[in-house]
């Protein structure tokens, strides 16, 4: 029975952690949603001051990429998706909260900008079939998130600095794997913690 009650109280598949916050209206639940939007692209923003320049690349270690995940695994595809879009238009509009606060769109690391739009739909669409709820499922979705942003953006590098493609690799991908591995291992502890607490506390 209590292992029955457990199961009922968890918050099922289809939810993301966004979700579980309450709005009882349909005027409130659009409030939150708007709110969560604008704190999706300002946490991203703020995550992208934080960098530490890499010698002979013009794209810097930042923590803006585990924020881009974080957004879109919390808020689900479609509110992941309009947090980016909203960080990446404000951003080309002159808001300088771009890495190393930087704005608008002639810089040769914006093709992850464009790629973490796509992040953050695929990862919130994979949190809404459960894919952050484990340790295993939340590695490899952030693992796939990493790709599709470095799939678009050294590409796009190697396009803005006439670079080869394996020079391009070197420059925008190789310097930043260890960092990937670390941010996901804190969202591999951090995601299916918060589920966990939350399905005990349901």
């Given amino acids: ?14 939810t993301v ?16 949603d708007a709110a969560l939007v604008l704190g999706g692209a300002a946490l991203t923003g703020l995550a992208a001051q934080l960098t ?34 909203l960080y990446a238009v404000a951003g080309v509009a ?9 704005s608008g769109a002639a810089f040769p690391s914006f093709g992850y900008v464009l790629g973490m739009l796509l992040a953050a739909t695929v ?21 796939l998130g990493s790709a599709i942003i470095y799939a678009i953006g050294v590409p796009y590098l190697a396009l803005a600095t006439h670079m080869t493609m394996s020079q391009a690799v070197a420059a925008g991908l190789t310097p930043f794997l260890i960092g990937d591995a670390l941010k996901a291992a ?17």
């Fill in 186 to 202: 804190l969202a591999m502890g951090a995601l299916p913690a918060a589920w966990k607490l939350l399905g005990r506390r349901g």
């Fill in 94 to 102: 002159g808001m300088p909260w771009f890495a190393e606060a930087r």
């Fill in 17 to 32: 952690l966004a979700d579980l916050l309450p709005a009882s209206t349909a005027g409130r639940a659009r409030v939150r």
């Fill in 123 to 143: 990862v919130g669409a994979l949190a809404r079939r459960g894919a952050d709820r484990s340790v295993l499922r939340t590695a490899g979705t952030m693992a």
């Fill in 52 to 85: 530490v320049p890499v010698p002979g690349s013009p794209v810097p270690v930042s923590g803006q990429t585990f924020a881009v995940l974080l957004v879109g695994t919390a808020l689900g595809a479609r509110r992941g998706f309009l947090s980016l879009a």
């Fill in 1 to 14: 029975m209590a292992t029955a009650a457990a199961v009922s109280r968890a918050p099922r598949t289809g």
